[in-house]
């Protein structure tokens, strides 16, 4: 996974921080992205004040993009908010990819309605 982020500096701790956990995060939900985007703005510029935002941008193949942010205090505190979503996110696609895939197609329900318990269902013979 190819992990770029922008706009906070020149920290190498806070970047291999950003590295370790949003790949920890990838890991544990058995996902497996082609990029990440991890960028963070400060809302107010030069102005001051309290508004770092956190945006993570994940790029997984055959679903739509995951796009989450956070405004925060800080950027590690608005990057651990955004990680957050980021992986309530992930964790509701795989469910429901996961779901999809579980669910009984409607010949098998239907075929499973017609025949009553001890009975063979139609075109199948019953071994003797």
């Not at 985007?37 to 508004?51: H, M, Q």
Request: proline share 7%; aromatic share 6%.
């Amino acid at each position: 996974m190819t992990i770029v982020i922008d706009g906070i500096g020149h920290d190498p701790e806070f970047r291999a921080l950003v590295e370790t956990k949003l790949q920890e995060t990838v890991d544990s939900h058995g996902v497996t992205p082609l990029s990440a985007r991890v960028g963070f703005v400060d809302e107010n510029g030069p102005k001051g004040g309290v508004a770092s935002r956190c945006t993570i941008v994940l790029d997984v193949p055959r679903w739509p993009a995951i796009a989450v942010h956070h405004v925060a205090e800080s950027p590690r505190l608005g990057f651990d908010q955004a990680l957050a979503a980021l992986a309530e996110q992930v964790q509701r696609r795989v469910e429901r990819a996961r779901d999809s895939r579980r669910r009984p197609k409607k010949y098998f329900v239907a075929k499973r309605l017609l025949t009553t318990e001890g009975e063979t269902p139609p075109g199948q013979y019953r071994s003797a």
